[in-house]
């Protein structure tokens, strides 16, 4: 029988998800790793100098390929993407080969996001060899590439099927990029852990011991985070404390002024005197947050030229929604607040204060 004409149609597709994308993060030195089709590693020749002869031995797979991309965020992008999918297809990988990210966050985020849509999606390892990486990017999924309009606007959450971090690659990293690394440590601690926080106030990460437990210490508290908010809709966002700011700032000055572990440490700043404005945090812990990160001589202050084009640039940030400007901020340390309800005059109040540094 025929329905009658204006009569609604309605099916409904039950995609209730039963795969299990759990993975484990591994915190010791590399042993053996097996993969039992084709691989491809993906690696910058910063990196393939230093460490692929520490690597190749260590890693066994049924092909194995090397792709190499430039070094740096500018090179993030579609074409390095298009790249990196022509030595794939060179290759011949299907939907069963493997994709390997091995260097920081960069190439942690290219390969993971080439690999979300090659052939629809195959499975890639986090091998970071960076402690920005190591503690943050190579956990939870979130891969993307940069454009012109701003940082990582274009990705897919795309979960890891491992990740390795292995202390080793430390050795040889420049200081530099080891302290943009600690800023995001004391992310994670100023968000969910004061006792962390306190710890960080009285050990100097200068030993493997320590920076060691620092590391596990934040991988545990990210994956805690990931594993309520996959795909951050909602507790996830708090991980985003400080990058609000960093985003634009990185993009102001076209990623080539600040390592990104730099930027986040001047928005967890800024993202503070906004918290304080709020009766969030106090002088005193604001000051505490302050003094960490200049013990580590993190640059803590950016000047903000005009600050209502900067204003403006938020709303190029996929966090942003509905016109409306989400942000992160520490409701004292070892908490936090996620909100939308900041006026417009309060965010440009904090931003004057930038014009002067």
């Known amino acids: 029988m025929y ?14 998800k039963t795969e299990d994308k759990s993975y484990d993060i591994l915190i010791d030195s590399i042993k053996q790793i097996n993969i039992p089709t084709k691989a491809l ?38 074409k390095y993407v298009e790249f990196l999918l022509d030595r794939m297809f060179e290759h011949r990988l299907d939907r069963k080969s493997v994709l390997v990210a091995f260097g920081g966050g960069v190439i942690g985020d290219i390969t993971g996001f080439t690999a979300s849509i090659y052939q629809r999606g195959i499975e890639f390892i986090q091998i970071p060899t960076t402690l920005l990486s190591q503690v943050d990017a190579s956990v939870g999924g979130k891969t993307g590439i940069n454009n012109r309009f701003g940082k990582n606007l274009v ?8 990740v390795y971090i292995d202390p080793f690659f430390l050795s040889t990293l420049p200081k530099r990029e080891f302290l943009a690394g600690i800023a995001e440590i004391i992310k994670m601690a100023v968000m969910f852990d004061r006792e962390f926080f306190e710890w960080l106030e009285t050990h100097r990460l200068d030993d493997t011991e320590k920076i060691k437990y620092a590391i596990k210490r934040s991988v545990e508290l990210k994956a805690k985070v990931v594993a309520q908010d ?65 013990e580590y001589g993190l640059p803590t202050c950016y000047e903000v030229k005009d600050p209502v084009k900067f204003y403006e640039q938020f709303f190029l940030d996929k966090k942003t929604q509905e016109s409306k400007i989400k942000f992160v901020l520490p ?27």
């Open 3 to 16: 329905k009658k004409v204006g009569e609604r149609m309605k099916i409904h597709i039950n995609l209730k």
């Open 41 to 78: 590693i993906v690696t910058n020749p910063k990196v393939a100098g230093l460490h692929l002869n520490y690597l190749l031995p260590k890693l066994q797979a049924k092909e194995l390929y090397i792709a190499t991309l430039p070094d740096g965020e500018e090179y993030k992008t579609l």
């Open 155 to 162: 990705g897919a959450f795309w979960q890891p099927k491992a």
């Open 230 to 294: 996959e795909k951050e809709k909602g507790l996830r966002a708090s991980l985003n404390y400080g990058h609000t700011f960093a985003h634009v700032i990185e993009n102001e000055t076209e990623y080539k002024k600040f390592l990104h572990g730099e930027a986040v440490a001047i928005g967890m700043v800024m993202a503070n005197r906004l918290a304080q404005k709020k009766g969030l945090l106090t002088p005193q812990e604001a000051n505490r947050v302050l003094k960490l990160l200049k």
């Open 331 to 357: 409701k004292g340390i070892g908490d936090f607040v996620i909100t939308a309800d900041i006026k417009k005059d309060e965010v440009i109040e904090v931003l004057e204060e930038f014009k002067r540094c």
